[in-house]
């Protein structure tokens, strides 16, 4: 099997490079090869390695910045990511790409499914919707993974920022009026690995949207909390401690793009094509505060 990863300097990218090696002849590339504001390169690149597999993991994630470049988050998050469909069902390849809960609009009490209708608040979450959109209209075969609150030992993520401040203040103030579910760039990189497994077995799964997270439900307040127990308890020295994380409400910390208040996602269609259930969020994001904490020690 030949597989494309396309944004492998990412936080879930750098994930897949191990689990897709392992299940065929990898190509994985990054910006410098592979750049998203010029799709018609990076579908060129495509139709020269003619992959039975494309893995996008590169998007637009600046959320507020994308307020004031919304034609720059758009060309990537969905003309590119379009054009990658389209050379994915020209070539007969499976496409799988990944999308956020920013695609809706957070006022829903329970937990959403694939099937709830999305409504994003924000630049961001418009343009991941219009990149979900393109993906089906191309109508190759694919997969779209929305997953929530991404976290990894390495890059940009809530969890080292936390622990960054929390070795330069006494005092942190955290919305606590924003539920989601923090997931680790390795669980959406084992699952993806999982699903690309299935087609060499003759058992793929079906095209569509899945919901990827693990179990469970938390605050970015109480993520912050912790994030800081766990570092202390590893010996990281802190300034602040958990007990001087203040809670605020979102009306408290401005921001160009709006968030959603509730993102928890409902995994059980995915849940049930893998025939396995997802752990929960505290088992699944205790190694990405450990990797992290233990650059720290003294």
């Known amino acids: ?39 018609a390169d990076v579908v060129a690149l495509l139709h020269r390695e003619r992959p039975d597999v494309i893995v996008n993991a590169a998007a637009y994630t600046a959320v507020d910045k994308a307020e004031a470049e919304p034609e720059r988050a758009r060309l990537v998050n969905a003309t590119a990511v379009g054009a990658m469909a389209t050379a994915a069902a020209d070539l007969g390849a499976v496409f799988i790409h990944y999308s956020t809960d920013y695609v809706f609009d957070g006022t829903k009490t329970g937990r959403y499914t694939e099937t709830d209708a999305p409504n994003p608040l924000s630049v961001y979450g418009a343009t991941k919707l219009e990149g979900e959109q393109a993906v089906a209209a191309a109508g190759g075969r694919h997969w779209i993974f929305r997953t929530t609150w991404v ?42 690995a999982a699903f690309v497994a299935r087609i060499a077995a003759g058992a793929e799964p079906a095209t569509g949207i899945y919901h990827l997270a693990p179990h469970g439900e938390t605050t970015w307040c109480r993520l912050a909390r912790e994030t800081l127990a766990a570092a202390t308890t590893a010996g990281v020295p802190l300034r602040c401690t958990p007990q001087r994380v203040a809670a605020i409400t979102t009306a408290d910390y401005p921001l160009p793009a709006r968030r959603p208040a509730n993102s928890r996602l409902d995994t059980s269609k995915l849940e049930t094509a893998m025939g396995t259930r997802l752990p929960e969020w505290q088992d699944n994001v205790a190694p990405v505060i450990a990797a992290i904490a233990a650059e720290l020690l003294p």
């Not at 990894?152 to 924003?178: C, K, P, S, Y």
Request: glycine share 12%; net charge negative.
């Open 151 to 192: 976290c990894a030992a390495h890059g940009h993520n809530f969890i080292r920022t936390m622990l960054r401040l929390a070795r330069e203040r006494d005092d942190l103030r955290v919305v606590d009026d924003q539920w989601g579910v923090p997931t680790s760039a390795g669980l959406i990189a084992d699952v993806t």
């Open 1 to 39: 099997m030949k597989i494309v990863l396309v944004g492998k300097g990412g936080q879930v990218g750098g994930e897949l490079i191990a689990p897709l090696t392992a299940l065929g002849t990898l190509s994985a590339v990054d910006r410098m090869t592979a750049d998203l504001e010029r799709p």
